[in-house]
Each structure stands twice: as structure tokens, then as C-alpha cells.
């Protein structure tokens, strides 16, 4: 299962230029006033295009990190390295405008509309101003608001959640290559930040910016993260690696200890369903049953509608189904929601393309040989 | 009433001096309050201005050294104020003004301090993370936020003003001060109770015109998205 979890992961394939966007090399903070450094000689790179979790507990370094990287925060020695270019010693405002930055608070500005929140940037790089009406509203756009409808409103008439999505698009307004993200739906409701984090995913398949992502929640970690950097106290980096490679195999005692006891669960989330063999079904009309397939029939729009045979499985089982473009934690759910031995997986349209069975959870889940 | 009337079609241009005058000598005294409070608490409000060697805690007690040195001189009795700044400046309206504006400085410097402070920190730390310098930040984000709140300080100073500028009729000949000084001098005598009377009244004229100005200037400075 291990293998299986690491090899139908899709993060191996997400960031597969390894040319460092950002590199931290031998970074230490230490405080005025303070004995104990925040950071201590932290080293690590962020390839192009990824999105990077830096997680710990509180009071473990992740945000002074993330603040060393747009100069928030001056580190006490190291470099950091931005795209190539040492950005320790250049203008601090010039280097904030090439990163995007989004924060918790979301801080948009009261006093301006919407669309002028989000061009702050592009005005003070001097942008032409039809260049700019152009950019909110695709932005608006990418964010999931309609422009027309919240282009001249002002922030205190939008909701945490509709705010935050403008916090994203100003972080994003100048086109920059580095998005700097703290806790960003850290003080969104449990639903709307399920549907945030979605969103997120769909729109960095779009833009492809390297991001350093703060969060003190694991499961949001292992979901958005294409590699976790977990910090122990004194801000040191106990294990930086991918989703996966952090819930089977933790470097030391400390990641064991944060990871959990429910790391096995949360690893279900990394199976992609597409990605898996999964068991073949035959869909009848109502003919014999076919050597030793699950049998199933549709309604008239292909939809799977009762089992009509089921080897292996005693009792009737309630029809569920799950879309292939979920995990295999959704699948787990769905047959602990409908106490259902097996769940059909399901395409877009609705249509069976093959189940998974609860005895191959604990089994044997094959990949599927890659196609491309 | 009658009489009331004829006082005051016999004292037309008399009146109407006095309230062109009183105005404006509440006007500039109001306007030196406003630059050296706005001015004083920027500077020690924004980091850059202040050197960055002082520490946090002698910032914040330079601002509130200042603002109690400002509250001081408001519980000044306006007369002994007055007294004070005569063999300074001499008689006439600079020290009328001088002194008035000291009336201002406490009200306007305790509400620019408190409007660039209740600004919300996640709005500062934003704008600076979009790459904001201070000067813009300052410009741009904290004095719009801060306006309604600091037109708010200067209204409070004309108030407080406008009666004072009554007792700077003893180093001055400007404002009503005048007509109430008048009467005092001569109550009993005829008329003399309605000179104090109308400068009494004159003065919520005044008052009355500032508000109406100050009205529509806080309309005008609050900006839409805060606006409830």
C-alpha cells in the first residue's frame, strides 16, 4: 500500500522542473531580545511551478520564514535566493511587488472598491490604465466573481470567503511568479474553505506560480501541497518531502508525532480514483451473469441504477457511487455513508467505469499503468 | 422688539465686521492647530519619521508626553492665556490667533493619533506586503482611513474655539469679543445688555456656519467604502 501511495500520488508529476524558484540557503532568525533563534539555518528550494506547505506547530518559525521571503522580516544571516537573483540586499517594496502576498486577515483596503484593491499593483508599476480594467476583470473572473457585479463594490458588502477570493486575485494582479500565502483560509468556515481549496488547486493548474502556502492544518497540507516542509520548534526543518513520502515515511519521531495516528487515513486522500485498476463491472440489460463480474443496471441515461449481481458480497448492498475524479477517501466515505460493501466510480457523464470494493482497501490497490 | 430690530439695522456694518472677523480669526487659529497637531502626530506616528534608534516605548511615550503637554495647556484659563502670550507678542490679532490655536492642538492631535491607530494592522501589514512604502502607505492608505476621524478633532476645536475667541477681545479688536466686552463694561447703561446678548447669539451663528462647512467636507473626505 505504501508503494502504491507514493506512485499514484499525482505530486511526482506536478513539479517535475526541479529548477529552484525560491532557495533558502543557511537562513537563521533570531529576535532582538531573544535567546532562542525563531529559524535556525534553514536550507531548502522550491522548484518552479510547486506548491510548497510549510506546517508546524505554533510558535515553530513557518511564518517568520514565509515573511523572510518577501522581506517582511529581515533574516539575522543566509541568503535568499528569489528566481536566481540574491534578494537580500535589493529594495524591499520593489521585491514585494513581484511576489504576490495573501494573508489570513485578507486586509483589503476599506476605502477602495474592489477593482482598485486588486489594481494596487499594477498602478504603482505604471501600468496603462485600459491594461488594468483588462487585468481585474479577468482576475475577477479566475476567482470565481463576476466582475460586473463586484468590479465597484467595497470590501465590508463581500463576505469572508468573497474576500479572501479578491485577497488571491490582488496577490495575483501583477502576474508574479511567487505567490506568498499565509493561512489564507485559515479564518474561512470548514465548507467554504473546502470549496476555496478546490478552487485553488483548478486555478494553479492555470497559472503554474511557484507557492509557499503557511497552514497549521495538516489535512489541508497533504490536499494542496505538492511538497510538505514540517518545522519543529526553533523554526528547524525536520522533513521536507512530498505529501506522501511525510504520512509513510516520517524522518524522526517529531513528524511521527505530528503527522498522527491518522496518517493512513489521510494517505487514502493522495489515491486518486482515475489512477487506480479498478475492479471491472458489466452492465446488463437484464441477460445471465458474466463470469464473476458485478453485474449492474442502468437507468436510460446510462446512470448506474441496482445491482443486479454481486459475487462475493452475501447480502443485498445499497447502490453508491463516486466520481472518478475523487479519491479514494471519498469512496471510503460514500461506503461508510451508505454501509455499502462496494462503490461504483463513475465518469463525468455519470456512467459506470469500474467499483472498488471495500475488501481492496485493505487488500492490494493496484495503479494503473501510465498512459502517457 | 422693535428696538431689538432698529439695534440691529442701526449696527448693521458694526456686525457684520465683527462676524467676518470673528470667523476668520477661528479659521486661521484652527488651521495653525490642524498643520502642527497633523504634522506632529505623523511624526511620531510613522516610523521612518521618528529615528529608528528610539525605542517603541520612547515613541509611544513621545506621543503621549505630547499629548499631555497639549491637555495641560487646554485647562489654561483662557484670560491668563492671553495675559501670558501679551508681553510676548504685544497687542493684536497674531497673539489672538497664537493663543486660540493652543486650544486646538490637544483636540486635533488626540483624534489624528487615535484615527492613524485604529487603522487595522492587517490593512497596514497588506499594503506594505504589496510592496507599499511608508510615504504611500501613510498617503494612500492610513490618512484616508484616518480623515473622518481627524475632521471630527477639528470640528471639536472650533468649538471649543469660537467662545474662546470672545475673551481674546482683551488683546485684540476682532470678533464679538468686542460687543460683549462693550456690554460688560457698560451694563446698566442703555443698550448694553443687548450688545452682550447679540454677540452671545452671534457666536452659535458662527458656530452654526462651521458646522454647515465641516458638514459637507466630512461627507466629502469619508471615503464610499466606509461610509455607513
Given at each position: 500500500?505504501?508503494?502504491?501511495?507514493?506512485?499514484?500520488?499525482?505530486?511526482?508529476?506536478?513539479?517535475?522542473?526541479?529548477?529552484?524558484?525560491?532557495?533558502?540557503q543557511?537562513?537563521s532568525?533570531?529576535?532582538?531580545?531573544?535567546?532562542?533563534?525563531?529559524?535556525?539555518?534553514?536550507?531548502?528550494?522550491?522548484?518552479?511551478?510547486?506548491?510548497?506547505?510549510?506546517?508546524?506547530?505554533?510558535g515553530?518559525?513557518?511564518?517568520?520564514?514565509?515573511?523572510?521571503?518577501?522581506?517582511?522580516?529581515?533574516?539575522?544571516?543566509?541568503?535568499?535566493?528569489?528566481?536566481?537573483?540574491?534578494?537580500?540586499?535589493?529594495?524591499?517594496?520593489?521585491?514585494?511587488?513581484?511576489?504576490?502576498?495573501?494573508?489570513?486577515?485578507?486586509?483589503?483596503?476599506?476605502?477602495?472598491?474592489?477593482?482598485?484593491?486588486?489594481?494596487?499593483?499594477?498602478?504603482?508599476?505604471g501600468w496603462?490604465?485600459?491594461?488594468?480594467?483588462?487585468?481585474?476583470?479577468?482576475?475577477?473572473?479566475?476567482?470565481g466573481?463576476?466582475?460586473?457585479?463586484?468590479?465597484?463594490?467595497?470590501?465590508?458588502?463581500?463576505?469572508?470567503?468573497?474576500?479572501?477570493?479578491?485577497?488571491?486575485?490582488?496577490?495575483?494582479?501583477?502576474?508574479?511568479?511567487?505567490?506568498?500565502?499565509?493561512?489564507?483560509?485559515?479564518?474561512?468556515?470548514?465548507?467554504?474553505?473546502?470549496?476555496?481549496?478546490?478552487?485553488?488547486?483548478?486555478?494553479?493548474?492555470?497559472?503554474?506560480?511557484?507557492?509557499?502556502?503557511v497552514?497549521?492544518?495538516?489535512?489541508?497540507?497533504?490536499?494542496?501541497?505538492?511538497?510538505?516542509?514540517?518545522?519543529?520548534?526553533?523554526?528547524?526543518?525536520?522533513?521536507?518531502?512530498?505529501?506522501?513520502?511525510?504520512?509513510?515515511?516520517?524522518?524522526n519521531?517529531?513528524?511521527?508525532d505530528?503527522?498522527?495516528?491518522?496518517?493512513?487515513?489521510?494517505?487514502?486522500?493522495?489515491?486518486?480514483?482515475?489512477?487506480?485498476?479498478?475492479?471491472?463491472?458489466?452492465?446488463?440489460?437484464?441477460?445471465?451473469?458474466a463470469?464473476?463480474?458485478?453485474?449492474?443496471?442502468?437507468?436510460?441515461?446510462?446512470?448506474?441504477?441496482?445491482?443486479?449481481?454481486?459475487?462475493?458480497?452475501?447480502?443485498?448492498?445499497?447502490?453508491?457511487?463516486?466520481?472518478?475524479?475523487?479519491?479514494?477517501?471519498?469512496?471510503?466515505?460514500?461506503m461508510?455513508?451508505?454501509?455499502?460493501?462496494?462503490?461504483?466510480?463513475?465518469?463525468?457523464?455519470?456512467?459506470?467505469?469500474?467499483?472498488?470494493?471495500?475488501?481492496?482497501?485493505?487488500?492490494?490497490?493496484?495503479?494503473?499503468?501510465?498512459?502517457? | 422688539?422693535?428696538?431689538?430690530?432698529?439695534?440691529?439695522?442701526?449696527?448693521?456694518?458694526?456686525?457684520?465686521?465683527?462676524?467676518?472677523?470673528?470667523?476668520?480669526?477661528?479659521?486661521?487659529?484652527?488651521?495653525?492647530?490642524?498643520?502642527?497637531?497633523?504634522?506632529?502626530?505623523?511624526?511620531?506616528?510613522?516610523?521612518?519619521?521618528?529615528?529608528?534608534?528610539?525605542?517603541?516605548?520612547?515613541?509611544?511615550?513621545?506621543?503621549?508626553?505630547?499629548?499631555?503637554?497639549?491637555?495641560?495647556?487646554?485647562?489654561?484659563?483662557?484670560?491668563?492665556?492671553?495675559?501670558l502670550?501679551?508681553?510676548?507678542?504685544?497687542?493684536?490679532?497674531?497673539?489672538?490667533?497664537?493663543?486660540?490655536?493652543?486650544?486646538?492642538?490637544?483636540?486635533?492631535l488626540?483624534?489624528?493619533?487615535?484615527?492613524?491607530?485604529?487603522?487595522?494592522?492587517?490593512?497596514?501589514?497588506?499594503?506594505?506586503?504589496?510592496?507599499?512604502?511608508?510615504?504611500?502607505?501613510?498617503?494612500?492608505?492610513?490618512?484616508?482611513?484616518?480623515?473622518?476621524?481627524?475632521?471630527?478633532?477639528?470640528?471639536v476645536?472650533?468649538?471649543?474655539?469660537?467662545?474662546?475667541?470672545?475673551?481674546?477681545?482683551?488683546?485684540?479688536?476682532?470678533?464679538?469679543?468686542?460687543?460683549?466686552?462693550?456690554?460688560?463694561?457698560?451694563?446698566?447703561?442703555?443698550?448694553?445688555?443687548?450688545?452682550?446678548?447679540?454677540?452671545?447669539?452671534?457666536?452659535?451663528?458662527?458656530?452654526?456656519?462651521?458646522?454647515?462647512?465641516?458638514?459637507?467636507?466630512?461627507?466629502?473626505?469619508?471615503?464610499?467604502?466606509?461610509?455607513?
Amino acid at each position: 500500500m505504501s508503494e502504491t501511495a507514493q506512485s499514484t500520488s499525482a505530486q511526482g508529476s506536478r513539479d517535475r522542473t526541479q529548477r529552484p524558484m525560491i532557495a533558502l540557503q543557511n537562513v537563521s532568525k533570531t529576535y532582538p531580545k531573544q535567546d532562542s533563534p525563531a529559524v535556525t539555518d534553514l536550507s531548502f528550494e522550491v522548484p518552479e511551478g510547486a506548491i510548497v506547505m510549510l506546517i508546524g506547530p505554533s510558535g515553530c518559525g513557518k511564518t517568520t520564514t514565509l515573511k523572510m521571503m518577501n522581506r517582511l522580516i529581515e533574516p539575522t544571516s543566509g541568503r535568499i535566493v528569489l528566481d536566481g537573483e540574491d534578494v537580500t540586499a535589493v529594495n524591499p517594496d520593489r521585491l514585494r511587488r513581484r511576489i504576490g502576498y495573501v494573508i489570513q486577515q485578507v486586509g483589503l483596503f476599506p476605502h477602495l472598491s474592489i477593482g482598485d484593491n486588486i489594481a494596487t499593483v499594477p498602478k504603482m508599476l505604471g501600468w496603462h490604465r485600459n491594461r488594468i480594467a483588462e487585468r481585474v476583470d479577468e482576475l475577477l473572473h479566475l476567482v470565481g466573481l463576476e466582475p460586473r457585479d463586484f468590479r465597484d463594490r467595497y470590501p465590508r458588502q463581500l463576505s469572508g470567503g468573497q474576500q479572501q477570493r479578491v485577497g488571491v486575485a490582488r496577490g495575483l494582479a501583477a502576474d508574479p511568479p511567487v505567490m506568498l500565502m499565509d493561512e489564507p483560509f485559515g479564518a474561512i468556515d470548514p465548507i467554504t474553505r473546502e470549496r476555496l481549496q478546490d478552487e485553488f488547486l483548478v486555478v494553479q493548474q492555470q497559472i503554474a506560480k511557484t507557492i509557499c502556502f503557511v497552514t497549521h492544518d495538516l489535512s489541508e497540507a497533504v490536499k494542496l501541497g505538492d511538497r510538505i516542509a514540517i518545522f519543529g520548534q526553533g523554526g528547524r526543518l525536520e522533513q521536507y518531502d512530498t505529501p506522501a513520502e511525510v504520512l509513510t515515511h516520517p524522518a524522526n519521531d517529531f513528524v511521527a508525532d505530528f503527522v498522527g495516528s491518522g496518517a493512513a487515513v489521510r494517505r487514502l486522500s493522495l489515491l486518486e480514483l482515475g489512477r487506480l485498476e479498478l475492479e471491472e463491472i458489466v452492465v446488463s440489460t437484464g441477460g445471465a451473469p458474466a463470469d464473476g463480474h458485478p453485474v449492474l443496471a442502468v437507468d436510460d441515461a446510462g446512470r448506474p441504477a441496482r445491482w443486479l449481481h454481486l459475487p462475493g458480497i452475501a447480502e443485498q448492498t445499497p447502490m453508491v457511487t463516486v466520481p472518478m475524479s475523487g479519491t479514494v477517501y471519498d469512496a471510503v466515505d460514500v461506503m461508510l455513508d451508505g454501509r455499502a460493501a462496494l462503490v461504483v466510480v463513475v465518469d463525468d457523464d455519470g456512467a459506470p467505469r469500474g467499483a472498488l470494493r471495500w475488501d481492496a482497501l485493505v487488500g492490494d490497490l493496484r495503479p494503473k499503468r501510465r498512459r502517457s | 422688539m422693535d428696538s431689538f430690530l432698529a439695534y440691529l439695522s442701526d449696527n448693521q456694518d458694526e456686525l457684520v465686521f465683527y462676524a467676518r472677523s470673528h470667523f476668520l480669526l477661528v479659521l486661521y487659529s484652527v488651521g495653525i492647530a490642524t498643520v502642527v497637531s497633523v504634522a506632529l502626530a505623523l511624526v511620531l506616528h510613522t516610523n521612518r519619521l521618528t529615528p529608528p534608534s528610539w525605542s517603541r516605548s520612547l515613541r509611544s511615550s513621545g506621543q503621549e508626553g505630547l499629548l499631555l503637554a497639549f491637555s495641560a495647556a487646554l485647562t489654561v484659563p483662557s484670560l491668563a492665556l492671553f495675559g501670558l502670550l501679551q508681553p510676548i507678542l504685544g497687542l493684536g490679532t497674531q497673539t489672538a490667533v497664537v493663543g486660540l490655536a493652543i486650544y486646538g492642538l490637544y483636540p486635533v492631535l488626540r483624534n489624528t493619533v487615535a484615527g492613524l491607530s485604529s487603522v487595522d494592522p492587517a490593512v497596514l501589514e497588506a499594503a506594505k506586503g504589496v510592496g507599499m512604502g511608508p510615504t504611500r502607505r501613510m498617503v494612500r492608505i492610513q490618512l484616508p482611513l484616518a480623515a473622518p476621524v481627524i475632521i471630527s478633532g477639528i470640528r471639536v476645536a472650533v468649538l471649543i474655539m469660537i467662545g474662546i475667541a470672545v475673551v481674546a477681545a482683551i488683546i485684540s479688536d476682532v470678533g464679538f469679543g468686542e460687543l460683549v466686552d462693550d456690554g460688560l463694561k457698560g451694563l446698566g447703561t442703555e443698550g448694553a445688555f443687548t450688545d452682550v446678548m447679540v454677540g452671545t447669539f452671534a457666536c452659535l451663528l458662527v458656530a452654526a456656519v462651521f458646522e454647515i462647512i465641516f458638514g459637507i467636507i466630512q461627507r466629502f473626505v469619508t471615503p464610499r467604502g466606509i461610509r455607513v
